[in-house]
């Protein structure tokens, strides 16, 4: 049975920072591309950021890019998203997703396991 656990979601001031942490197990990691997604409320899940399966490539999305960093370990089975210099409007749940196949997909449908996320809340 896939299991993604996230972690690391909380209150934080606008400005600042924080990992988050999903643990895998279940699936061969190896041979899975890495997805974070995130959700605020009203609003569409949408991409934050993907890496492949040996952590050498990553993508983000515009909102992301220039704030976050995604990274994998693959002999912990853990992927991590750090946000920097956060902003109201990063407040959301966050999701880990993985996805046998290509790397680097955008879209919810095209990843085929799913934690349950971690919320991220922002203050201003």
């Known amino acids: 049975q896939v299991q993604l656990v996230e972690s690391g979601g909380g209150l934080v001031q606008a400005g600042g920072s924080l990992k988050l942490s999903c643990a895998a197990s279940g699936l061969s990691f190896s041979h899975v591309a890495m997805g974070w997604f995130r959700q605020a409320p009203g609003k569409e899940r949408e991409f934050v950021g993907a890496?492949?399966?040996?952590?050498?490539?990553?993508l983000y999305a515009d909102s992301a890019k220039g704030r976050s960093t995604i990274s994998r370990d693959s002999a912990k089975n853990m992927v991590y998203l750090i946000l920097n210099n956060l902003i109201p409007e990063d407040a959301a749940i966050y999701y880990c997703?993985?996805?046998?196949?290509?790397?680097?997909?955008?879209?919810?449908?095209?990843?085929?396991?799913w934690g349950q996320g971690t919320q991220v809340t922002v203050s201003s």
């Open positions: 890496i492949n399966r040996i952590g050498a490539g990553t």
């Open positions: 997703a993985a996805r046998n196949g290509p790397w680097g997909k955008v879209r919810r449908e095209e990843y085929d396991f």
